[in-house]
C-alpha cells in the first residue's frame, strides 16, 4: 500500500513538473507576441487622438507618470509626441470623477497651445443607451473635440449647451456629457503647462 502510494506520488509530481514547465515555455514563447499586439493597439488608440503626422517618435518610449489634479485622482500617464525632437503634444490620460455610474477615464490628445487634438473613452459605466453614446461605437459625439482650442479656465464655450458651451448633451442624460467635457477641459489647460515641465517628469520605467 504505502509502495503504491509512492508511486503516485511520484508519478503526480513528475505530472506536476512537466505542466510547470510547459506552462513556463507557452508563455516564453507567446509573450512577445502578445506584447507586440499590445503595443499594436496602444499605438492605434494614440492615432485616434493625434495626428500620426504629426510627431515622428514613439509615444511607448516617450511615457511619464505624474500626479496631478487636473487629470483626476491619482497617477496618470502622459506620452510626449516629438517631430524632429522637438516636443509638440501630448497624449494624456485623464479621469472625469463625476460620471453619472462613476469615473470615466479618457485618453486625451493636446498641443501645448490649448488645442484639443482628440479624446476617446477608455473605460467608463455609464448608463446603456443614455450616457454610453460617448463611446466611439455608440455615437460620434465624442469626435467633437478634436481642434478645439480652449481660451482659458473661463472659456464658457467648453460646457454643454444647457450649460451655455457648444457642446450638444445626450437626450435624458446631461450629467455624462458634462463630466466629460469638464475632463478634457481640464486636461487641455493641463498640457499648456507640459513644457515647462519636461525635465522634471518621471519616466514610466523607472
Known amino acids: 500500500m504505502l509502495k503504491t502510494m509512492r508511486k503516485h506520488g511520484v508519478t503526480l509530481a513528475l505530472f506536476a513538473a512537466g505542466s510547470t514547465g510547459l506552462t513556463a515555455a507557452i508563455n516564453q514563447l507567446t509573450k512577445h507576441t502578445i506584447d507586440e499586439q499590445a503595443e499594436k493597439q496602444q499605438n492605434a488608440?494614440?492615432?485616434?487622438?493625434i495626428p500620426a503626422d504629426s510627431y515622428n517618435n514613439s509615444l511607448l518610449k516617450s511615457c511619464f507618470v505624474v500626479d496631478a489634479p487636473e487629470l483626476g485622482k491619482g497617477a496618470h500617464k502622459i506620452y510626449i509626441a516629438r517631430k524632429d525632437d522637438k516636443p509638440v503634444a501630448a497624449v494624456i490620460e485623464a479621469t472625469a470623477p463625476d460620471g453619472y455610474?462613476?469615473?470615466?477615464?479618457?485618453?486625451?490628445?493636446?498641443?501645448?497651445?490649448?488645442?484639443?487634438?482628440?479624446?476617446?473613452?477608455?473605460?467608463?459605466?455609464?448608463?446603456?443607451?443614455?450616457?454610453?453614446k460617448i463611446e466611439l461605437r455608440l455615437s460620434d459625439w465624442i469626435?467633437?473635440?478634436?481642434?478645439?482650442?480652449?481660451?482659458?479656465?473661463?472659456?464658457?464655450?467648453?460646457?454643454?449647451?444647457k450649460d451655455g458651451g457648444q457642446f450638444d448633451q445626450f437626450?435624458?442624460?446631461?450629467?455624462?456629457?458634462?463630466?466629460?467635457?469638464?475632463?478634457?477641459?481640464?486636461?487641455?489647460?493641463?498640457?499648456?503647462?507640459?513644457?515647462?515641465q519636461l525635465s522634471q517628469l518621471q519616466s514610466c520605467g523607472e
Open 45 to 49: 488608440l494614440f492615432q485616434q487622438v
Open 101 to 132: 455610474s462613476g469615473a470615466i477615464q479618457l485618453l486625451v490628445g493636446a498641443d501645448f497651445n490649448g488645442t484639443v487634438l482628440g479624446t476617446r473613452v477608455t473605460e467608463h459605466h455609464e448608463t446603456p443607451g443614455l450616457g454610453d
Open 143 to 161: 469626435t467633437f473635440f478634436s481642434g478645439k482650442k480652449i481660451a482659458g479656465p473661463d472659456d464658457s464655450q467648453w460646457a454643454v449647451k
Open 171 to 196: 437626450t435624458g442624460a446631461t450629467i455624462t456629457p458634462r463630466a466629460v467635457v469638464n475632463a478634457v477641459k481640464r486636461a487641455g489647460l493641463y498640457a499648456k503647462t507640459l513644457p515647462n
